[in-house]
């Protein structure tokens, strides 16, 4: 996965250096984007995320994503264990969620996932982890940073359609 068809990402266009300051705007192109929508709780259809949701999607995304890039410092090749997305939109209730909490957390999970990539050298972001969507894949940290960009910049995509 080096391209996203629907939204047009390319992974291959964000530069290592540029992943911490692609990951340190989620805070504030979130709080914009919500603040777009009439009811950050209204799911467009029964199969698709309220923008509330997608929210507590990417804060969720961020802090998994900071737990896979520790263990790939300390491990070699892991095996990162699915987040279980779908999963959590129920078991963690998140069109209950307080919008203004979920993006507080979501600008905590940014900031310290953007500094923990910007402490990476070339020989960390090279370290492979097992990825497990949508099919188990060796990864590299550089790449794990390009694809929670791209999921950062996707699901702000899906929340700004709704506006």
Known sequence: MDRCDECGFEYGTVDAGAIPDRLGTFAGLYAAALAAVPDVRRRPAPQVWSPLEYACHLRDVLDVQRERLELALRVDAPEF???????????????????????????????????????????????????????P??????????????????????ITRMA
Not at 88 to 114: C, F, G, I, K, M
Not at 137 to 158: C, I, K, N, P
């Open 81 to 135: 264990a699915p987040m279980g997305r779908d999963e959590l939109v129920v078991t963690r209730a998140y069109n209950t969620q307080e919008p203004s909490a979920v993006l507080a957390d979501l600008a905590a999970n940014a900031e310290r996932l953007a500094a923990a990539f910007g402490a990476l050298d070339a020989a960390a972001l090279a370290r492979v982890g097992s990825y497990p969507w949508p099919e």
């Open 137 to 158: 894949v060796e990864r590299t940290l550089l790449w794990l940073g390009r694809h929670t960009v791209h999921e950062g910049e996707h699901h702000l995509m899906d």
